[in-house]
């Protein structure tokens, strides 16, 4: 009978060895060489998986919003450790005196320090500016930020009589009230003790307001300005004889807008559709 070499064993011998080491064990009790498994990417940290899922929120918001409410969050940022509130507020003998412009917008920006009214304000002002340019206002984005220049001259006309020094919470409830009036039939539901339909949400806000021990002037303020956009631009030009009086300006449109298709565009003939090669022309060209 013929004999395996020394050091290699038989051909059953050695079959046996590859059925044992796919096993992960080795002949005559020795370690074998075990299988591994294709490695996989590292699996994300809960710290990770909230970062990017804020980054996808964030980067998913439209423009104007995501916009507003990065200035209003970088401004509350900028009084925790650069700035004070008295460089920010609304003092019309500063603006027009000192030629402070700057507090022109930024008594819109500051909502008061980290707490539960900022926060408060943060998610109204998110939510129902968001809504807006993602709703009535989708696809015109200069209506929106025409809205937004509208409602903040008529709230610094106010300001310029009133001791005013803050009016970003009343530009929240001016678009809270625009929103509620194009949504009338929404049911809403507040912290689970009220159910209203949306037309009494800046109502709703304003009552909380005042339990909270704050005064309702902004609350008011921005109701009157809201109502006063929404006549203008919904209710006006649907009467008898009424018209559109609030109109977009047009450098306004050539910034945010994308420009409209002339339909009296002709293509030049390489240009059609028909004209163009085909997949199966793609395949054939050489690389």
Known sequence: ??????????????????????????????RGVLLKAPRRGRALSPCAMAYQGLAQEYLGMPAVTRAYTTACVLTTAAVLEFITPFQLYFNPDLIFRKLQIWRLITN?????????????????????????????????????????????????????????????????????????????????????LLNFQAPFLPWVLMGFSLLLGNSIIIDLLGIAVGHIYYFLEDVFPNQPGGKKLLLTPSFLKMVFDTPEEDPNYNPLPEDLPENQPGDQDQQQRPL
């Open 1 to 30: 009978m013929r004999r395996a070499p020394i050091g290699r064993p038989s051909p059953p011998v050695a079959s046996g060895l590859a059925e044992r080491r796919s096993r992960g064990r080795g002949f005559g009790g020795a």
């Open 108 to 192: 819109f920006l500051f909502f008061g320090p980290l707490g539960f009214s900022f926060f408060f304000n943060m998610i109204f002002l998110y939510r129902y500016c968001r809504m807006l340019e993602e709703g009535s206002f989708r696809g015109r984005t200069a209506d929106f930020v025409f809205m937004f220049l509208f409602g903040g001259f008529l709230m610094t006309l106010f300001g310029l009589f009133a001791s005013l020094f803050f009016l970003g919470q009343a530009f929240t409830i001016m678009l809270v009230y625009v929103w509620s009036r194009r949504n009338p039939y929404i049911r809403m539901n507040f912290f689970g």
